[in-house]
């Protein structure tokens, strides 16, 4: 059947099993939004106030179905405003395929209007990239794009689509589906790992996100459980092992749990699960473990990239635990385990006396919210406080920029979230981020979206305030923002409800109405201008620099 190559990618999409689609419509793509109009009824298209918002969104929507998210912008500033968010998805190994526009074939690098390479400019961001020449390779290319994006690693894929590829016609038959598979560990190759693991009389288990993405949480709860080990959580790892759970330790890392710090110091073997030991972890990659290191991951690269290991498997999370745990003895660990007990009830930091904690909103929000609820979160104190203060009992249920730091992907985050769970959703997100993107506040009106927006606003960027009182002497460069935003106006000039915290007591009632919310709602919260995120343990230092205190 003969077909032009904008339906060939409608039709495609449908084959592959995209049910929903953010978009930001142009010149060079309005052959492919005609298409879209016919096939409204099998692929919602959520249209976004900008294009970066949208690939957050199918960010987001990847994190939370487990599917491969899918943006479509224009050529030029449309598909440049999709950097940042294709990055954010490589960064932090998120399924997506980005679908660009561009100028005709014949007018490529003539500097035409809108015209930009974004196939050259995305190669570092991506896991491969496509600029399509044939319209007879159009449908097998995105047939090898969704596979790419959600096989072995996971990560963005980019599809340029020239405008003249999208009007040509060629016979199009529906690609059959890539199913992803996942070869099984050699049981030899892994055997010096299994031998660390079983010798070891102080285990800690280090979870990083693979995990998530692997579906392997059953698998870890049972490997935990059969080794008695204790488990520490990246942030990309939050909800990878129940917070309820007793051998649960905490957040690893930077800004994780003290009681996490010192168990890896005190450790003799650290199994890494699905993580990357980035420098946010390993901050000293010497002195950060003084145990054996056993790494479990699906991307060969990055063994002993950054920390080195005594022993390692590479494969998918979920097919190594299966595999080797016939051969991991039972055994427990009574003594370890009451030492890692005792460390957990060390070091508690001191609260707040302002008269609005941001880390009581938190805990108000995991009592009166239920296990399964979704929390995101943009960048900075805020994210750092929801890490450490929520507690997150089951995957996907925590979406934030890990790897790229990405202020601004809270609010697109949010939507994505939103559509791909259809229950109600909780962004956290501080002043300097949310004036980063509350326009997307408008597309969640417009979607009818019930989303809870706490707004921690305490008028400075937190987190820089923070590292400029502790290594630049309290010089305070254009990190105060007073910024004269009536969050109240802006609430009711957008459609959305307005709340605000101004007291501590006022936090369990108003959280309570915020998270029962059925349309977006704005929550003010007013806290401090001198709230730390601690404990910290400085760049490049180890867990004997952990800093638990420090004055305003």
């Not at 793509?29 to 298409?35: G, N």
């Not at 689509?161 to 060629?170: D, G, R, V, Y």
């Not at 459980?225 to 939050?238: H, T, Y």
């Not at 805020?382 to 730091?405: D, I, Y």
Request: with cysteine; charged share 20%; glycine share 8%.
């Amino acid at each position: 059947m003969k077909l032009k190559g904008a339906k060939i990618l409608t039709q495609s999409l449908i084959n592959e099993g995209v049910d929903t689609v953010f978009c930001y419509p142009g010149g060079s793509v309005l052959d492919i939004f005609d298409e879209l109009y016919f096939v409204q009824d099998k692929i919602k298209q959520v249209l976004t106030c900008h294009e970066q918002g949208a690939a957050h969104a199918a960010d987001a929507y990847a994190r939370i179905s487990g599917k491969v998210g899918v943006v479509i912008a224009t050529s030029g500033p449309g598909a440049t405003n999709l950097v940042t968010g294709i990055a954010n998805a490589y960064m932090d190994s998120v399924p997506m395929v980005a679908i660009t526009g561009n100028v005709a074939l014949s007018l490529l690098g003539r500097d035409s209007f809108q015209e930009i390479d974004i196939a050259g400019v995305t190669i570092p961001i991506t896991k491969h990239n496509y600029i399509v020449k044939d319209i007879n390779e159009l449908g097998k290319i995105i047939s090898e794009a969704f596979y790419i994006a959600k096989s072995g690693r996971p990560g963005p894929v980019l599809i340029d689509i020239p405008k003249n590829i999208q009007q040509a016609e060629c016979e199009w038959e529906p690609m059959p589906i890539k199913e992803v598979t996942h070869r099984q560990p050699d049981i030899k190759k892994a055997q010096n790992a299994i031998d660390i693991i079983n010798s070891s009389k102080k285990p800690l288990i280090y979870l990083g996100g693979g995990s998530i993405s692997s579906e392997a949480c059953n698998e870890v709860i049972k490997f935990a459980e059969k080794i008695d080990a204790p488990v520490a959580c990246s942030m990309m790892g939050l909800g990878g092992f129940p917070a309820s759970h007793p051998l649960f330790m905490g957040m690893i890392g930077m800004h994780g749990h003290a009681n996490v710090a010192f168990t890896t110091q005190e450790c003799d073997t650290l199994i890494a699960i699905g993580a990357r030991f980035s420098d946010r972890v390993a901050s000293d990659r010497i002195k950060f473990v003084k145990g054996k290191v056993v790494h479990i991951d699906i991307d060969n690269a990055e063994i002993n990239k950054n920390v080195k290991t005594s022993a390692h498997v590479v494969g998918d999370v979920k097919t190594v635990l299966n595999a080797i745990m016939p051969y991991i003895k039972n055994t427990q660990k009574p003594d370890w385990i009451d030492r890692c007990n005792e460390l957990k009830k060390t070091k508690v930091l001191k609260e707040t006396a302002h008269k609005v904690n941001p880390r009581e909103i938190l805990r108000s929000i995991s009592r009166q919210t239920p296990d399964g609820q979704i929390i995101a979160t943009d960048v900075g104190q805020h994210q750092m406080w929801t890490a450490q203060s929520c507690s997150f009992e089951k995957p996907r249920t925590f979406v934030t920029s890990g790897g790229l730091g990405t202020m601004g992907f809270g609010m697109g985050a949010a939507l994505g979230a939103a559509v791909a769970s259809k229950e109600r959703v909780v962004l956290i997100t501080g002043d300097g981020s949310f004036h980063m993107n509350f326009n997307e506040v408008v597309t969640a009106v417009t979607q009818n979206l019930p989303i809870a927006i706490f707004v921690f606003n305490n008028n400075t960027l937190g987190m820089v305030r923070q590292w400029q009182k502790l290594f630049y002497k309290h010089r305070f460069s254009n990190t105060t923002l007073d910024r004269p935003t009536n969050y109240e106006y802006l609430a009711k000039a957008f459609g959305a409800d307005y709340i605000e915290i101004n007291d501590n007591n006022e936090i369990e009632q108003k959280v309570n109405i915020a998270v029962s919310c059925t349309k977006p709602v704005i929550v003010n919260c007013k806290i401090g201008i001198d709230e730390n995120v601690l404990p910290m343990i400085p760049s490049g230092k180890s867990a004997n620099d952990i800093i638990m205190e420090m004055g305003e």
